[in-house]
């Protein structure tokens, strides 16, 4: 291999430290600063080049970099030809198309010969376009919001999270275009050592995103109650059962369970008999 292989990721913004804690938590060594473009990570061979989240795109479509992360929102803009290797599961928001609040419209087909101002005008105009509404694009970068109010526009189509920055400018939300989140992307067709290090690379992020949706319950049980806590908690192919040394009328289980579900299968587990309940984070997962 003549050089690293490079991952492109965000030097700011909202993607940056989570990105870093990403890697990091996936096992990589490296040292970041203000100043640094790129750096080498010191356990894989890998280098880190640090550019603006809209590049990351274009850098690994055009060869410099074999991998990024960036916004699914940007990988739609940049209409380039890379794979979606993995969802990461943050930085979550929606493409919204909005309309003044005394607008009369209040569906898509509405928007038909309206201006409509956007930083996303390639993701819009197709949108539109697939619906069979005819709009004209206004590309804008900065505070879309407040086209309408300059009358630059009729309506705008911009990334949403909470949803307050619209309400502070008088719009409302008519649709979502696009659910957007952090994702790894990466060229087609990589092979070699260089394909084994993308793959690998691939497999230890997957592996911390996979983690943080599950986390790993120990209890004690009556072995009578077996049953019915695999039935709450049958992991993924069954629980982990483990006689206790010095208590023949008792076990201890071990499974993993969707963190989103800990609330509710608690009380259940404690209502079938179990006692001694752990909850523990899981670093990585690969099922």
Known sequence: MTRRVRMAVPNKGRLKDPTAALLRQAGLVFEQTDRALSVPVRNVDLELLFVRTEDVCEMVADGVAELGITGLDLLTEANVDLDVVSELGYGRCRLTAAVPNDSPIGELSEFAGQRVATAHPHTTGTFFAEKGVDITTIPLRGSVEVAPKLGVADAIVDLVSSGSTMKVNG???????????????????VNGEVGATVAQMATMLQAVVAARRKRYVLMNAPTNALDEIEAIIPGFDAPS???????????????????????????????????????????????
């Open 171 to 189: 719009l409302r939300p008519v649709a979502t275009i696009l659910e957007s989140q952090a994702v790894l992307v990466s060229v087609r067709g």
């Open 241 to 287: 059962v483990v006689p206790l040394a010095h208590d023949p009328g008792k076990v201890a289980i071990h499974s993993v369970v969707d963190a989103d579900d800990v609330w509710t299968v608690l009380p259940k587990l404690k209502a079938a008999g179990a006692s001694g309940i752990l909850v523990l984070p899981i670093e990585q997962l690969i099922a």
